[in-house]
């Protein structure tokens, strides 16, 4: 990718990889596995601090939502698009209630945010992405984290960072006119609400059969989740010395 003219507006504001987070019973997740971001532009730099690209990009937005902003990705990289809720569109919903389409993602869009999961790749680093990396992007890294083992503060606490970042994201929106005009950062679907995540976690881990059992009513691969899970979650430095 190349250097745009904005400093401030040329690679992500909202990237992260996942790696760092304890397990429950044990383990830590691994780093240049799985990362979440807003969505890449044509003129973006790489992102600094972590491989790239990655082995499969996950696209969570509606075909409709990309125009002229797609991104061609290197050959080798396997890029999916799997929308997961026409309803999170920051283009469009600027003062609509985070609570309301979290609702809506869960109790009506279980087998789109699956077959999301499905897609995660098994030999090298998941990139999953939509416009602000935060709503559907948030949901679906929410659910992972959770079949994971990744306690459930945890998984709260990693989606609040990313109101660390929604300045940057406001930015390149606004600047490539992603946002309705008039829109500010103070808009509702510009923050990070517990009460939305907290919808989301107590959904999944609510369902009978816990994370797992929602994840396999839902449609989800979970022979293939679970192989995600083993490359995904490692013994920490002391428990491997110790096995």
């Known amino acids: ?21 304890r397990v429950a019973g044990g383990g830590i ?8 971001s807003d969505a890449p532009y044509p003129d973006d730099e790489d992102p600094v601090g972590m491989p790239w690209p990655p082995a499969t990009v996950v696209d969570l937005r509606d075909p409709t939502e990309l125009g ?40 009506t869009g279980g087998h789109r945010l ?63 006119k992603r946002i309705p005009a008039g829109t500010t950062l103070e808009a509702p679907i510009l923050r990070t609400p517990r009460e939305a995540i907290e919808l989301v976690v107590a959904d999944v881990t609510g369902a009978r059969g816990g994370a797992w059992g929602w994840f396999e009513a839902q449609g989800g691969d979970v022979e293939h989740f679970r192989r995600w899970v083993e490359m995904f979650v490692r013994a920490e430095a002391g428990e491997a010395a110790r096995g």
């Open 1 to 21: 990718m190349t250097l745009s003219s904005g400093p401030d507006l040329r690679t992500f504001a909202n990237i992260r990889d996942l790696g760092g987070m």
């Open 29 to 36: 997740t691994a780093a240049n596995v799985l990362i979440r």
């Open 114 to 176: 699956t077959a999301a999961l499905n897609e995660f790749d098994l030999d090298g680093a998941t990139l999953v992405h939509c416009a602000a990396g935060k709503d559907r992007t948030g949901v679906i890294i929410a659910i992972a984290l959770l079949l994971a083992g990744v306690d459930e503060e945890a998984v709260i606490a990693d989606y609040h960072l990313t109101e660390a970042g929604i300045a940057g994201v406001f930015a390149r929106l606004r600047s490539r």
């Open 68 to 107: 002229r902003m797609a991104v061609t990705w290197p050959a080798n990289v396997r890029v999916v698009h799997r929308p997961v809720s026409s309803g999170a569109r920051v283009d469009r919903l600027a003062d609509t209630a985070l609570v309301d389409i979290y609702t809506a993602m869960m109790r």
